[in-house]
Nanobody
């Protein structure tokens, strides 16, 4: 069993930056592909970014490409999402997720573990 805990959310002005962290428990974290998703009020949960078990494969949603960077530190059982040039439309609850395979995927249904989420609010 893996537990995921996100942190780093908050309120920021448009154009600003935030760094989200997701700390994972469990010895098998380093073998899991991990991802970030977000959900705005009244909308479905959407893919943001995913990273393979060793960081060798990374995928971004077109809406965040060039602005967000996903990374992981397996020694610390932690993944990160560096968010730059934030826009009001990035406002959402951001979720960390893990799947029990090595490779990345952008479908929420393919992820086995989820954190509780952290709120990101970008003001205009």
């Amino acid at each position: 069993q893996v537990q995921l805990v996100e942190s780093g959310g908050g309120l920021v002005q448009a154009g600003g930056s935030l760094r989200l962290s997701c700390a994972a428990s469990g010895r098998t974290f380093s073998t899991y592909a991990m991802g970030w998703f977000r959900q705005a009020p009244g909308k479905e949960r959407e893919f943001v970014a995913s990273i393979a078990w060793n960081g060798g494969g990374i995928l971004y949603a077109d809406s965040v490409k060039g602005r967000f960077t996903i990374s992981r530190d397996n020694a610390k059982n932690t993944i990160y999402l560096q968010m730059n040039s934030l826009k009001p439309e990035d406002t959402a609850v951001y979720y960390c997720a893990g799947r029990r395979v090595f490779v990345i995927d952008q479908s929420p249904r393919s992820y086995d573990y989820w954190g509780q989420g952290t709120q990101v609010t970008v003001s205009s």
